[in-house]
């Protein structure tokens, strides 16, 4: 069993690109959730989809977007990239119907805007 | 809204001492919660989790914690630490009912530091 992997690894990027990250989920997870980690703080949560469908979304603008595809692989694309969005961007996934509420993260694309 | 508040932002401990992270957390409903584990350019980690029942949750590595209802708070102890415990230590809630899963919302992070 595979866990949660993304890509790239790190990234930089100057301010007005667009970015795309990936994250394959843990096999058998339906469910997979963005978050963005500043430095020196907790994660943040983006937004989180189910069964391809965007399934709740916290405080980010619409600049900030996602995709899940049908075997559950998930994209974040970023536009006109900010400075503030450095950070590190972590996925997790999860199986919806279960009771225990565990998310699996991946280890995370360290993104730099210069 | 719910909110997590961790106390420390450093703790500092010798080698096989006992330490105590502490998580105070608000919300006006019942929420689960969990304490996960980040070492360094790594992702998180769950060392435990609190969804109901008991109120003290034994976790990897020699963790556990208690939820106490009343001081809506939910502490992390080890009685003895190692220096591999040294890591940055996340306190997290969510609200989720019978099976929705909630997204998680996440202190601001302990670091524990581990000397000989």
């Known amino acids: 069993e595979t866990g949660v992997t993304q890509s790239p690894t790190h990234l930089i990027k100057t301010r007005g690109q667009q970015v795309t990250l990936r994250c394959s989920s843990q096999?058998?997870?339906?469910?997979v959730s963005w978050y963005q980690q500043a430095l020196g703080q907790g994660p943040q949560f983006i937004f989180q989809?189910?069964?391809?469908?965007?399934?709740g979304r916290g405080n980010f603008p619409p600049r900030f977007s996602g995709l899940q595809f049908p075997n559950y692989s998930s994209e974040l694309n970023v536009n006109a990239l900010e400075l503030d969005d450095s950070a590190l961007y972590l996925c997790?996934?999860?199986?919806?119907?279960?009771?225990?509420?565990?998310?699996?993260f991946g280890p995370g694309t360290r993104l730099t805007v210069l | 809204a719910q909110s997590v508040t961790q106390l420390d932002s450093q703790v500092p401990v010798f080698e096989e001492a006992p330490v105590e992270l502490r998580c105070n957390y608000s919300?006006?409903?019942?929420?689960?919660l969990f304490w996960y584990v980040q070492y360094p350019n790594q992702g998180l980690q769950l060392l435990l989790k609190?969804?109901?029942?008991?109120?003290l949750v034994k976790g990897i590595n020699g963790f556990e914690a208690e939820f106490n209802k009343s001081q809506t708070s939910f502490h992390l102890r080890k009685p003895s630490v190692h220096i591999s415990d040294t890591a940055e230590y996340f306190c997290?809630?969510?609200?989720?009912?019978?099976?929705?899963?909630?997204?998680?919302?996440f202190g601001k992070g302990t670091k524990l530091s581990v000397k000989p």
């Open positions: 997790a996934s999860s199986f919806r119907l279960a009771d225990n509420n565990e998310q699996f």
């Open positions: 096999s058998g997870h339906n469910t």
């Open positions: 989809y189910y069964r391809e469908e965007e399934n």
């Open positions: 919300s006006s409903v019942s929420v689960y």
């Open positions: 609190y969804l109901s029942g008991s109120t």
């Open positions: 997290a809630v969510s609200v989720g009912y019978g099976g929705s899963q909630g997204n998680l919302i």
